[in-house]
């Protein structure tokens, strides 16, 4: 069982950046690769980014490709997103996930979700 922990969130304004980590609780981390996903109000939960477990490949929405970058620290446990240049639609709450790969569509592991409103 591995627990993780998003961090980061919080009210910006369009074009602000933000980095989002993601705490895991068990060395196990460096098994997986991680990846975020995000739920805006009424919409279902979507694919953000993921990374494969050395940091070497990463995969993104094309609705943030350019402006997001996903990356890990195996030795500290952690997931990080930096988000650039923000739109109003990035708005959601945002999670993190440990997964079998970069392109599994059923992560094992959640977190609870961190709140990124964006404000024009």
């Known amino acids: 069982q591995m627990k993780l922990e998003e961090s980061g969130g919080g009210l910006v304004q369009a074009g602000d950046s933000l980095t989002l980590a993601c705490s895991a609780s068990?060395?196990?981390?460096?098994?997986?690769?991680m990846g975020w996903f995000r739920q805006a109000p009424g919409k279902d939960r979507e694919f953000v980014a993921a990374i494969n477990l050395s940091g070497s490949s990463t995969d993104y929405a094309d609705s943030v490709k350019g402006r997001f970058a996903i990356s890990r620290d195996n030795a500290e446990m952690k997931a990080y997103l930096t988000m650039n240049s923000l739109k109003v639609e990035d708005t959601a709450i945002y999670y993190c996930?440990?997964?079998?790969?970069?392109?599994?569509?059923?992560?094992?592991?959640w977190g609870q979700g961190t709140q990124v409103t964006v404000s024009s």
């Open positions: 996930a440990a997964m079998g790969s970069i392109y599994d569509p059923a992560p094992a592991y």
């Open positions: 068990s060395p196990a981390f460096s098994n997986y690769a």
